[in-house]
Nanobody
Framework: ARLVESGGGLVQPGGSLRLACVAS????????MYWFRQAPGKEREWIAG????????DYADSVKGRFTAARDNAEKTAYLHMNSLKTDDTAVYYC?????????????????WGQGTQVTVSS
């Protein structure tokens, strides 16, 4: 099982980016997908989750209203659309799957992780 993120980069405050997470080696369409980020010197933070069918998504308060999780099961790809980016959004962003011990779209552990993609918000 593998997840590969892409789409990170340098963007100005107020700008937008779209991250992609391509899955392989497991039945992507039956698994919920999750997004995390880790800023320098801080713990990894759960920021979004989306159900296997794309029908329900949940977000951390820090990104609610600005970020949108989506997925294309035919392409085995999850997306994170990020708008109105702030300098505080600077972090390495990760996608994950195969959550365990979950309440809704928030889990105690995640068995599949991507390698991360850097997002830097700076003028």
């Amino acid at each position: 099982a593998r997840l590969v993120e892409s789409g990170g980069g340098l963007v100005q405050p107020g700008g937008s980016l779209r991250l992609a997470c391509v899955a392989s080696g497991f039945q992507f369409e039956v698994y919920n997908m999750y997004w995390f980020r880790q800023a320098p010197g801080k713990e990894r933070e759960w920021i979004a989750g989306i159900k296997f069918d794309g029908g329900v998504a949940d977000y951390a308060d820090s990104v609610k209203g600005r970020f949108t999780a989506a997925r294309d099961n035919a392409e085995k790809t999850a997306y994170l659309h990020m708008n109105s980016l702030k300098t505080d959004d600077t972090a390495v962003y990760y996608c994950a799957s195969d959550g365990n011990l979950c309440t809704g779209l928030r889990c105690k552990e995640y068995r599949i992780w991507g390698q991360g993609t850097q997002v830097t918000v700076s003028s």
